[in-house]
């Protein structure tokens, strides 16, 4: 299966390098997975970003293809996590498979135990970068 191009900013891509580093990621599937795409993914500065790509912090509406759920989560890092229902961790699968991609990809992506899942990004409510906010 072919995976859809990706953008990432450099910032994010520092911080995710610096968390992927920390032992209490580093070994976990997700990491592997992450590294992956930060490998291929073409990174740009933060103020270049386009406004149609899921960065970190950004809140997007996404819906599973198999399930037809749509979700409204803002992509945080672990640390910030504090409501699982508003919130997903970029070091959770579909946290990870979300990063970079732009509204309207869809991405098949591994979970834990073998399964896949099929992501489709409908749409950014918010982005930091289309809002101004280059550093967050």
């Not at 891509?13 to 930060?38: T, W």
């Not at 504090?82 to 498979?97: E, F, H, R």
Request: glycine share 6%.
């Amino acid at each position: 299966m072919t995976r859809p191009a990706i953008i990432i900013n450099e910032l994010d891509a520092e911080r995710i390098d610096r968390l992927l580093e920390q032992p209490a990621f580093a070994s976990s599937p997700v990491a592997e997975a992450l590294n992956a795409e930060l490998d291929r993914a073409k990174m740009c500065a933060p103020e270049e970003m386009p406004h149609d790509v899921v960065s970190m912090n950004s809140q997007v509406r996404f819906r599973d293809l198999a399930s037809g759920e749509e979700r409204v989560r803002t992509l945080v890092f672990p640390s910030q996590v504090t409501d699982s229902n508003t919130q997903l961790s970029v070091m959770a699968p579909v946290g990870a498979a979300l990063l970079g991609l732009r509204v309207g990809n869809t991405i098949h992506w591994q979970l834990p135990g073998g399964t896949t899942t099929h992501l489709e990004v409908l749409e950014l409510l918010y982005q930091p970068e289309a809002a101004g906010d280059f550093h967050r």
